[in-house]
T-cell receptor, first 115, second 112 residues
Framework: AQSVTQPDIHITVSEGASLELRCNYS??????LFWYVQSPGQGLQLLLK??????LVQGIKGFEAEFKRSQSSFNLRKPSVHWSDAAEYFC?????????????FGGGTRVLVKP | DVKVTQSSRYLVKRTGEKVFLECVQD?????MFWYRQDPGLGLRLIYF???????EKGDIPEGYSVSREKKERFSLILESASTNQTSMYLC???????????FGSGTRLTVV
């Protein structure tokens, strides 16, 4: 069974600074990988996804993530954070193939942005 | 855009009540999911359905059941609500794994 670990529960970053959120997964083959963002009081929105090909994936809102097979990681980055990026971020992994397309989520990282 | 609608944003129920959480999607998706979200635990899968009248248990199905009589609607049922079921409940649907999930806005359930 697959699993996802997000080691950082909270991260505080200054507006304009860079941001990196860590995600490590456990799965026996190449997985499908996702990052979602949840703003306060909202559902989850897909930021980006990786299935195959180029290991550097671009997403919405200026985010990118890099798949590193050797480290079983899929870290999310943004070069310059805006106050609106304050939210909770979830990494998720899907198996290939997955009955019903189930995803397994990490525990989430809450990002606070200081002015 | 695909829309997933959860009928209630906030619910307060008493211990022992039967609770229905409704979810409707408007894009003819075959797969639908119910997750609960708790601080520090992320999202945990309760049940999912890959077709009408078809359902499978997720990771934490105890105390829950589901119903999918029509393709667009997936209901989560708490047969006898308990305080440990106080949580945020998220519904999602997907057409294929390439697209990723579309989530509803969530229902925050408090059981007193």
């Amino acid at each position: 069974a697959q699993s996802v670990t997000q080691p950082d529960i909270h991260i505080t970053v200054s507006e304009g600074a860079s941001l990196e959120l860590r995600c490590n997964y456990s799965y026996g083959a190449t997985p499908y990988l996702f990052w979602y963002v949840q703003s306060p009081g909202q559902g989850l929105q897909l930021l980006l996804k990786y299935f195959s090909g180029d290991t550097l994936v671009q997403g919405i809102k200026g985010f990118e993530a890099e798949f590193k097979r050797s480290q079983s990681s899929f870290n999310l980055r943004k070069p310059s954070v805006h106050w609106s990026d304050a939210a909770e971020y979830f990494c998720a992994v899907g198996a290939r193939p997955a009955a019903g397309n189930k995803l397994t989520f990490g525990g989430g990282t809450r990002v606070l942005v200081k002015p | 855009d695909v829309k997933v609608t959860q009928s209630s944003r906030y619910l307060v129920k008493r211990t022992g009540e039967k609770v229905f959480l409704e979810c409707v999607q408007d894009m003819d998706h075959e797969n639908m999911f119910w997750y609960r979200q708790d601080p520090g635990l992320g999202l945990r899968l309760i049940y999912f359905s890959y077709d009408v009248k078809m359902k499978e248990k997720g990771d934490i199905p105890e105390g829950y059941s589901v119903s999918r009589e029509k393709k667009e609607r997936f209901s989560l049922i708490l047969e006898s609500a308990s305080t440990n079921q106080t949580s945020m409940y998220l519904c999602a649907s997907i057409s294929d794994r390439v697209s990723g999930y579309t989530f509803g806005s969530g229902t925050r359930l408090t059981v007193v």
